[in-house]
């Protein structure tokens, strides 16, 4: 089932998301799988849980091996270098801009059982587990745009 993506301005967008506690409820495991299929469906390559209206440290990245589910994601280590490149958000239908970002994050964050895990994302991947744990945080990357951008060919970072 695909979910109703809540745009700015909601509230919701707005909220420090509430960490989540293991075992996983009945409710967080149901909704994992329909997070994953509304990322595919809007072609977004992550998404975070409040992006549904669920204010839960949640978020989901489509990665080369197939989505990957953070919980109580936190960035633990971050490069000196940061670059500028242009985003858009699922939230934010139809505006795109320049943002400045860590080149290189370290996320920690537990797994859908509870085990502990740490990633390290350089480039885009490193700017969507920013973007996504800003969400968390109920920061827009409107937030932080530099500068707006109209006429560019969008395509893939939708966020
Ligand atoms: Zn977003």
Redesign the pocket.
């Known amino acids: 089932m695909t979910l109703k993506i809540i745009t700015d301005p909601n509230p919701t967008l707005r909220k420090k998301a509430d960490l989540i506690e293991h075992p996983l409820s009945a409710g967080i495991q149901a909704l994992i799988p329909n997070l994953i299929k509304t990322m595919h469906n809007d072609k977004g390559i992550g998404i975070?849980a409040p992006?549904v209206g669920e204010s839960i440290r949640l978020i989901v990245i489509n990665i080369k091996d197939g989505p990957l589910v953070l919980i109580n994601p936190k960035i633990v280590a971050k490069s000196i270098r940061k670059e500028v490149e242009e985003e858009g958000?699922?939230?934010v239908p139809g505006v795109f801009g320049m943002v400045k970002r860590y080149k290189k994050v370290k996320v920690a964050a537990v797994d859908q059982k509870g085990e502990k895990m740490t990633m390290a994302g350089e480039g885009l991947l490193a700017r969507v587990l920013q973007?996504?744990i800003d969400?968390l945080n109920g920061i827009?990357?409107t937030d932080k745009i530099i500068r707006k951008t109209t006429d560019k060919a969008h395509g893939e970072k939708v966020?």
């Open positions: 975070a992006q958000c699922l939230s973007h996504e969400h827009l990357f966020l």
